[in-house]
């Protein structure tokens, strides 16, 4: 049988060749350089403007591209079309393209004042370019918010110790910021307190599990409300991933989400996201090690090998289970973060690049930051092969609990119980999550202010009368986004959202490559435009094509013409996601009209201009 470290071996040998052959190459490319002043240090505000020291920025990058969708994509594809393909788009497409988008955005927002990839293309392109893409990304967000918000809920019911562990982590985190920025504490001394304070509450976790509705929980969770909570809106429609109490921890993150990004970054962000880089290097890093250790010296529970009721290959068409699944283009549109993900562009050109200290940590934080998204990833297969996946058409609330049973038997490899290793990385993805939530919602607040137009450094509360502060300030934007997140969950239709969410995601990175090409070409006629045009062409034609079948296959010929949808709601729900599926690529397509007409324009000048925006 196949032994599971050749998943591992697989990404480490072409993301070590992508990190120190391509990353390099692409660093002297746009020519970074740390004699030139960020954005960070140029509109220093003690409010989103903070110059971060590289580790503690490299935590909250990687804490927040890395959320659910790397862990739920690749299991979910292995179980439909085999572990062998989900593995090559992991390995291959990551360092080609993944890392590449989040680098160049990065990069870009660098020379750009710190701004969103929006307005990059808006510099080129013209208004109507900007407002699209802004448009596009914040539609896009608030899919990101809603199906973060149900996947953290979902392992809260599936794992209540978890629930514990993440309040005690998120006030270890407030209790740092304090102690980091006001008290200047020792940076070394608090590290070290504070991240054993962390592992700690894994530990409180386990022996007091809290659920807010009665449920089938471990012995000795403590229920703070009577009944299982079908009164709670949305409860019936999340009866098979957690009815009611699933159901009530979603408004209670989504409250989470809005208050913790109206806050200064210094509070929470910066702080907890350091905090719980540890908790992640510690979790991905250590069940790579301990697929090493357990294959070599046979330590684990259970053999490291892939289950035999796991192919190396479905099939084209995927698996029974699963329906009419085409390979291509699905699978790279299931397969989004741990590969390439829009949503990253979003952190890398908003929250990252007005932190960034130097240029050159670009580098580690943009590059190497996607690359360890992508071992999230393959750990995440890992412990889908070991485990096995009963139900390939199950996606999100199948998915999740495998991840940490799967992830439990791996550390035993290190002589960890089992029942400790599934708590453990469950609160690894919740970190992930929770992390991803915020910072989402942030992000959201910047497209609405360059949208609006807010001039760089400039922040507002929103508490007044006037429509423009309302809906850019800080703390009632988060309103916007939240609001609408909350009635697409407990709709019914989480399932569809996360196709949805698939789509615009994939889009959304074409879109983004699609602004770093524009931008090479007008900087300078002899930079070339492959390492971005390229995957921005594959990422246009696959999401596209994913699109069509959603809307036009699923949709349109199925639910409506064959009557699949049996019901109102079934019906309303395919109009709408049709709606939003057609809105989606005429965007896209709009864009990279105007696009490639700016880039055609530019080439075809006889004189090179100067970078636009490069200071």
């Not at 052959?21 to 140029?42: I, N």
């Not at 294959?295 to 035999?308: C, H, K, N, R, Y």
């Not at 502060?469 to 969950?489: D, M």
């Amino acid at each position: 049988m196949t032994q599971v470290i050749w998943i591992i071996v697989a990404v480490l040998v072409t993301f070590t060749v992508g990190y120190v052959g391509y990353s390099r190459y692409l660093t002297q490319f746009v020519e970074l350089d740390d004699d030139r002043e960020t954005p960070a240090h140029k509109y220093e505000d003690g409010q989103e403007y903070v110059p971060s020291k590289k580790p503690v920025l490299l935590g909250h990058h990687y804490s927040s591209i890395a959320g659910g969708a790397p862990i739920v994509g690749p299991i979910t594809a292995g179980a439909i079309w085999g572990w062998v393909p989900a593995l090559l788009w992991i390995a291959i497409g990551n360092p080609l393209m993944g890392a590449v988008h989040d680098f160049v955005s990065l990069s870009g927002s660098l020379r750009h004042e710190g701004k969103s990839i929006g307005y990059i293309i808006g510099e080129y392109v013209g208004e109507s370019g900007k407002n699209m893409l802004l448009w596009f990304a914040f539609l896009t967000i608030i899919l990101v918010v809603a199906v973060f918000a149900l996947v953290v809920a979902i392992v809260f019911h599936a794992f209540p110790q978890v629930v514990t562990a993440s309040f005690i982590y998120i006030m270890l985190a407030l209790v740092f910021g304090v102690y980091l920025y006001q008290l200047n504490g020792p940076f070394i001394l608090g590290t070290i307190l504070f991240v054993a304070g962390v592992f700690g509450a894994v530990w409180v976790g386990i022996q007091y599990p809290v659920a807010l509705f009665a449920g089938d929980y471990p012995a000795g969770t403590i229920v703070l409300i009577g009944g299982e909570g079908a009164w709670v809106p949305g409860a019936a429609e999340l009866e098979g991933i957690g009815g009611g109490n699933t159901a009530a921890w979603i408004p209670i993150i989504m409250i989470y989400g809005a208050v913790a990004s109206a806050l200064p970054v210094w509070v929470l962000l910066q702080p907890r996201d350091y905090l719980s880089s540890f908790l992640l290097y510690t979790g991905v890093g250590g069940a790579i090690i301990a697929i090493i250790v357990g294959t070599i010296f046979a330590t684990s529970s259970e053999p490291l090998v892939v289950d035999e009721s796991i192919g190396a290959f479905e099939g084209f068409w995927g698996v029974e289970a699963a329906g009419l699944a085409p390979l291509f283009p699905l699978l790279f549109i299931t397969i989004a973060c741990g590969t390439i993900s829009g949503f990253h562009s979003l952190v890398s050109s908003g929250t990252t690049a007005k932190q960034l200290d130097k240029e050159s940590d670009a580098r580690l934080i943009g590059y190497g930051g996607m690359l360890g998204e992508g071992l999230l990833a393959a750990v995440a297969l890992s412990t889908f092969v070991v485990w096995g996946f009963a139900d390939p058409a199950g996606g999100i609330g199948a998915a999740l609990p495998n991840f940490a049973s799967g992830g439990g038997v791996i550390f035993t490899s290190l002589g960890i119980p089992e029942s400790v290793g599934a708590v453990f990385m469950a609160l690894v993805l919740v970190s992930f999550l929770l992390t991803s939530t915020d910072t989402a919602v942030r992000l959201g607040r910047y497209m609405m202010e360059e949208i609006v137009g807010t001039p760089a450094g400039m922040t507002t509360k929103g508490l007044s009368v006037d429509p423009a502060s309302f809906v850019r300030g800080r703390y009632t934007n988060p309103l916007i986004q939240v609001v609408p997140a909350y009635l697409l969950v407990i709709s019914g239709q989480w399932v569809v959202l996360w196709q949805l969410f698939g789509g615009a995601n994939q889009l959304l990175a074409a879109l983004a490559l699609l602004t770093a090409t524009v931008w090479l070409a007008n900087w300078d006629d002899s930079k070339q435009l492959v390492s971005t045009g390229v995957p921005m062409a594959i990422m246009v034609v696959i999401t596209i094509m994913g699109l069509s079948v959603l809307v036009f296959y699923e949709n349109l010929y199925l639910n409506l013409i064959q009557g699949g949808a049996e019901t109102t709601e079934a019906t309303v729900s395919s109009i709408v996601q049709m709606v939003l599926g057609l809105v989606l690529m005429i965007l896209a397509l709009a864009l990279v009209r105007l696009g490639y007409k700016n880039i055609s324009d530019v080439r075809g000048e006889p004189e090179t201009p100067t970078a636009p925006g490069d200071d």
